[in-house]
């Protein structure tokens, strides 16, 4: 495993970081870290390889939240 734990708020690169999630599970095909995710802000599940991910700041993700939410 590796930069990545459970419960951490993480976006996709490949996606221009536009959805925030959390990691609810993390497993390895052998070859790489593959980390399923759940949406934050939206009912949206989805998987991606580690090297794919970057890491959200608590304050980003709150930020994040409240624009997409318009809270």
Do not use: W
Request: aromatic share 4%.
């Amino acid at each position: 495993m590796g930069n990545f734990k459970i419960g951490d708020i993480v976006a996709r690169k490949s996606y221009g970081c536009d959805i925030l999630f959390k990691i609810v599970g993390i497993e390895n095909n052998g070859k790489e870290d593959i980390i399923t995710l759940k949406g934050i802000a939206c009912r949206l599940e989805a998987d991606a390889p580690e090297c794919d991910l970057v890491l959200q700041s608590k304050q980003n993700a709150q930020e994040h939240t409240r624009r997409v939410l318009r809270v």
